[in-house]
T-cell receptor
Framework: DTGVSQDPRHKITKRGQNVTFRCDPISEHNRLYWYRQTLGQGPEFLTY????????KSRLLSDRFSAERPKGSFSTLEIQRTEQGDSAMYLC????????????????FGEGSRLTVL | SQKIEQNSEALNIQEGKTATLTCNYTNYSPAYLQWYRQDPGRGPVFLLL?????KEKRKERLKVTFDTTLKQSLFHITASQPADSATYLCAFYSSASKIIFGSGTRLSIRP
């Protein structure tokens, strides 16, 4: 397995346009996360899936953001009517649930999708 | 709400010295803490996990401590090298599934 992959790596768009990012997690991982990161800040939690179910969503996430994981494999994050404040790195991560003393519950991150809204 | 604080100022130290980074948390008692490394333009990479019943964890030149009384974790890199220059993030599970991160500390090792 080659790890978590994200596409596109970079996206430049004009304000008001819709954008969609795709994430392909590590195949045996049932947990998938989306984070947003701006310069000088740590990753900010956006949403989480276990298999195809979206189990948690940040209260900070506006209605313009929607995420799906239709078959419990890849996931998409769509931002509608983009604003300049949406400019950030969007990170996807996958993991197995932490179980047992040997488990670290670590997140495996992709390289991110950098969004610039003009 | 749960909060993680890391020193937002960059840490600059001489090669060969020990770097010590601090992570403080409030309004929560995590069962364990994770540390990640992030290089510019890349996603974070997991380094170490320490559980609440472990005072110290080591991995090669890395050492992590966890003080549940002080609500603090310290991350040490001994015999630091310029290749250790990166941003280091601490994180914990704030629920059964949600992991939250600190803002990270940027470490710079000068030759």
């Amino acid at each position: 397995d080659t790890g978590v992959s994200q596409d596109p790596r970079h996206k430049i768009t004009k304000r008001g346009q819709n954008v969609t990012f795709r994430c392909d997690p590590i195949s045996e991982h049932n947990r998938l996360y989306w984070y947003r990161q701006t310069l000088g800040q740590g990753p900010e939690f956006l949403t989480y899936f276990q298999n195809e179910a979206q189990l948690e969503k940040s209260r900070l996430l506006s209605d313009r953001f929607s995420a799906e994981r239709p078959k419990g494999s890849f996931s998409t994050l769509e931002i509608q009517r983009t604003e300049q404040g949406d400019s950030a790195m969007y990170l996807c991560a996958s993991s197995l649930p932490p179980q047992g003393l040997a488990s670290t519950g670590e997140l495996f991150f992709g390289e991110g999708s950098r969004l610039t809204v003009l | 709400s749960q909060k993680i604080e890391q020193n937002s100022e960059a840490l600059n130290i001489q090669e060969g010295k020990t770097a010590t980074l601090t992570c403080n948390y409030t309004n929560y008692s995590p069962a364990y803490l994770q540390w990640y490394r992030q290089d510019p333009g890349r996603g974070p990479v997991f380094l170490l996990l320490i559980r609440e019943n472990e005072k110290e964890k080591r991995k090669e030149r890395l050492k992590v401590t966890f003080d549940t009384t002080l609500k603090q974790s310290l991350f040490h890199i001994t015999a630091s090298q310029p290749a250790d220059s990166a941003t280091y993030l601490c994180a914990f599970y704030s629920s059964a599934s949600k992991i939250i991160f600190g803002s990270g500390t940027r470490l710079s090792i000068r030759p």
